[in-house]
């Protein structure tokens, strides 16, 4: 029997939970029945009820809901990493906890996965969403197709569904300061689109912040173009013909009697207009050697403080070592916390 693992990033949203779990539950029945599913709700640094309502979903489907409580707020791609560490499904899919996402979307890529097909992405051709953030989405994934991944649809995404194999192979990259789903196509397998309109967040606000998106729009940038680096290299190379060319104009016309050196206003603008790129590129440059160093020092993308696994698990078999090769820490577990089973986590 197929088995999809649904990976749900959480962050503040105790008042998404109750609604998304129903909308979840009746999804399942447009499934067929010989399709069995996992819920991997990974709570990520919440400070509200999130992780009490997600204890509720779990008690209501023991066997179907697992819950990975992060310590602290690391951002919505290293919860998904979290989940894709956790989840044991034949295939994955990849969902908002606020339900903007349509879930009934999720049964039309299971049918590609079932023909074979590897990645199966959905492309948001249109979102309802404020003004300000349509065209920031739009300029920063024209950008990305552009210059970057020239593989992601146009919209984007960040609603997808995808071979355990893919899972198994993102897990294994050990990367961070990226955009984990884009590793996705990056890999290569084949893949379709599914066009769909994102709907309208019904409740609570989004936590998706100005300066989340512009550090994601660099992570992007800077992990799978070298466009930044080129960029530098070119400007270099025309400012310095540029240079090359003025110096030889003013020695001609100084020789020849036609002026007299003097422009001081020009100098000052030349060495403002230089010394400005100098800093923006070693500012790029900066970027490039921050992730260096971050990739170098080896510490864990982020940790697990609880792990409360679905009643169909092993738990002896998710309590393994403590550090692993994705780059986790699971924090020692406390002894007052237990699940319905009986088992202490």
């Given at each position: 029997?197929?088995k999809?693992s649904?990976?749900i990033?959480c962050?503040?949203n105790e ?7 129903r909308e979840?539950?009746?999804n399942?029945k447009?499934?067929p ?6 819920y ?5 640094g919440?400070?509200?009820n999130?992780?009490?309502?997600l204890?509720r979903?779990q ?22 990493l ?23 979307l ?6 590609y ?7 199966i992405?959905?492309?948001r ?9 349509k065209?920031f989405s ?11 991944i020239?593989s992601i649809?146009?919209g984007g ?5 995808f071979d355990?194999?893919?899972k198994?192979?993102v897990?294994?990259?050990n ?14 397998y ?5 066009p ?17 998106k ?5 992570d ?6 070298f466009?930044?680096?080129r ?8 400012l ?9 104009f003013?020695?001609v ?25 100098q800093?923006?590129a ?8 921050w992730?260096?160093?971050d990739?170098?020092r080896n510490?864990?993308?982020?940790v ?6 679905s ?6 078999e ?7 090769d994705?780059?986790e ?13 009986g088992?202490?986590?």
């Amino acid at each position: 029997m197929p088995k999809i693992s649904v990976i749900i990033p959480c962050y503040y949203n105790e008042q998404n939970i109750p609604i998304t779990s129903r909308e979840l539950i009746e999804n399942e029945k447009l499934f067929p029945t010989d399709a069995t599913f996992e819920y991997v709700m990974v709570d990520d640094g919440s400070r509200d009820n999130t992780l009490v309502e997600l204890k509720r979903f779990q008690q209501s489907y023991p066997d179907k809901v697992k819950i990975v409580k992060l310590a602290g707020n690391v951002g919505a791609h290293y919860a998904v990493l979290a989940g894709m560490k956790y989840a044991t499904g034949d295939c994955c899919t990849v969902i908002a906890a606020d339900l903007q996402d349509p879930p009934e979307l999720i049964l039309k890529m299971y049918v590609y996965w079932l023909k074979g097909i590897k990645l199966i992405m959905a492309n948001r051709q249109d979102r309802k969403d404020p003004l300000l953030q349509k065209v920031f989405s739009k300029t920063y994934h024209y950008l990305i197709r552009k210059l970057a991944i020239k593989s992601i649809p146009p919209g984007g995404f960040d609603f997808v569904l995808f071979d355990s194999r893919l899972k198994d192979e993102v897990v294994k990259m050990n990367e961070k300061n990226t955009n984990t789903l884009y590793l996705l196509p990056w890999i290569g397998y084949e893949h379709v689109s599914i066009p769909y309109t994102r709907r309208k967040r019904q409740v609570g606000r989004s936590r998706w912040t100005l300066s989340k998106k512009i550090k994601l729009f660099i992570d992007t940038f800077v992990s799978f173009s070298f466009f930044p680096i080129r960029a530098i290299s070119v400007m270099g190379l025309v400012l310095g013909i540029i240079s090359l060319l003025y110096g030889l104009f003013i020695l001609v016309a100084k020789l020849s009697g036609m002026i007299a050196v003097e422009g001081w206003a020009a100098i000052m603008v030349v060495v403002l207009l230089v010394s400005s790129f100098q800093f923006l590129a070693l500012g790029v440059i900066g970027e490039y050697l921050w992730r260096t160093l971050d990739e170098t020092r080896n510490r864990p993308a982020y940790v697990v403080e609880e792990l409360y696994p679905s009643c169909a698990e092993d738990v002896a078999e998710t309590d393994k070592a403590e550090y692993t090769d994705l780059q986790e820490v699971r924090l020692p577990q406390r002894e007052e916390k237990s699940l319905d089973t009986g088992s202490k986590i």
